[in-house]
């Protein structure tokens, strides 16, 4: 198993950036690929990046293609997403997931860390 921790999120204008961590603790974190998704209250959870087990393979929702940038740094079992020209439809609280391959990194990933809210203003 796992264990997922965000951390990164914060209150930022429009247009502005933030970093999002995603440290892991547990098992080898090399062995799982990740996903950062994100959800507001009503709406459903929706992925917005993804990145394989070694770094080499990125995935990005059409929402985040060009703006934000998902990266990992397996030594210090850490993901990041980089999110630049934030707008306030960014705003949301974004979860890391990570499942054993890319194909598992999905709503319905097996681990799930508790989120960090993220809040644009106009």
Do not use: H
Request: positive net charge; contains cysteine.
């Amino acid at each position: 198993q796992v264990q997922l921790v965000e951390s990164g999120g914060g209150f930022v204008q429009a247009g502005g950036s933030l970093r999002l961590s995603c440290a892991a603790s547990g098992r080898t974190f090399a062995y799982y690929a990740v996903g950062w998704f994100r959800q507001v209250p009503g709406k459903d959870r929706e992925f917005v990046a993804a990145i394989n087990r070694s770094g080499t393979s990125t995935t990005y929702a059409a929402s985040a293609q060009g703006r934000f940038t998902i990266s990992r740094d397996n030594a210090k079992n850490t993901v990041y997403l980089q999110m630049d020209g934030l707008q306030p439809e960014d705003s949301a609280v974004y979860y890391c997931a990570a499942g054993e391959s890319r194909a598992a990194v999905s709503t319905s990933a097996p681990y799930w860390g508790q989120g960090t809210q993220v809040t644009v203003s106009s």
